[in-house]
């Protein structure tokens, strides 16, 4: 029997373990620098408005940074499966998620069982636009401007309803942001699909809709507006929508879409993909096409968004906390 002898042994388990060590490395190396491809989670389901802007940017980050970039969609509870799989990524330097607000602002202040903390497992890595919603309302509606709804709600409290995506959606906050600047008190009725179709149907008295939602139905005359919720117009709308910041005093309900690392990803991975992201937001074609989804391309700096977060933190929570909302 062929006996190998103890020095050659050791000899040889010394070469297997520092070539094991050394493929190790590599593979850390080549991960750290993304050469085996980045991934941008997307926390809604596929032909979302954010999926659309998602697939949008990653086509021109590939040809920013010359590498592969992929999209997935894990959608599920109000975005927090997307979250949560950023707040635990094993792969931090090549792991990013493309969000709205509610991910990080509102879903802290609104579900008991969050299962991670946006202000601390996320790191902001670039703003990229600013949304909002309209309210509106069917073409029989008595309403046919802001001005008569409020009075309508003032002179007969609890009666006028509204309808959004859900409670706790963005248009139902913004729904909550009017009762409360206004002073009135309203009806809210929540739907997870289908509140424009109802407030079409007259089934409820108005609606708050995303921008891109309610252009076609504004355009047709299907519904008309009492007013949008920021202080810009979207290119979508037809330029007789009336902005609510002008007429209610403090009120103004933005939506935001922002890409993020994980707090675990390391500072040069972060601010590699903030610059190529800088870049593509900047581009006169890439706004043209945000345009189209109703936003308002706005390039932000790590910090700038961050900024903006501690802001809407505090509007938001603010807000939930006034309207008694909680949620599992």
């Known amino acids: 029997m062929f006996t190998l002898s103890a020095r050659p042994a050791v000899r040889l388990l010394t070469l297997c373990v520092l070539g094991a060590s050394l493929a190790a490395g590599a593979a850390a190396q080549t991960d750290q620098d993304g050469r085996n491809g980045l991934r941008i989670l997307v926390p809604f389901g596929p032909g979302t408005p954010l999926d659309v802007i998602a697939r949008d940017i990653a086509q021109e980050l590939r040809g920013v940074l010359n590498q592969q970039l992929i999209v997935e969609n894990r959608p599920g509870a109000a ?157 979508i709308f037809p330029p007789s929508v009336p902005l609510l910041p002008e007429a209610v005093p403090g009120y103004e309900c933005t939506s935001w879409v922002g890409l993020f690392a994980s707090a675990k990803a390391p500072q040069a991975s972060v601010q590699r993909m903030a610059e190529a992201l800088a870049r593509v937001v900047q581009t006169p074609a890439f706004q043209e096409r945000l345009n189209t989804n109703g936003f308002l391309a706005k390039p932000g700096s790590p910090r700038e968004l961050q900024d903006l977060i501690a802001t809407d933190y505090r509007t938001w929570g603010k807000v939930i906390q006034d309207a008694s909302l909680k949620l599992q």
């Open 79 to 235: 975005g927090m499966i997307g979250g949560a799989e950023l707040a635990r990524t094993t792969a931090p330097a090549t792991t990013f998620m493309l969000t709205t607000h509610n991910t990080v602002v509102i879903n802290p202040h609104l579900y008991r069982n969050i299962s991670y903390d946006p202000l601390k497992d996320f790191a902001p890595v670039g703003l990229v636009g600013i949304g909002g919603y309209v309210l509106v309302a069917p073409p029989t509606s008595p309403f046919k401007n802001l001005d008569q709804y409020l009075a309508a709600a003032r002179a007969q409290p609890g009666t006028i309803s509204f309808a959004s995506l859900g409670t706790g959606s963005g248009p139902h906050l913004c729904g909550e942001m009017l009762v409360a600047h206004a002073k009135v008190k309203l009806v809210h009725v929540p739907y997870t699909t289908g509140s424009i179709t109802n407030v079409v149907g007259s089934q409820v008295d108005s609606s708050w809709e995303p921008y891109a939602t309610a252009a076609p139905f504004l355009k047709s005359g299907k519904l008309h507006a009492l007013g949008a919720s920021t202080k810009y117009r979207p290119a």
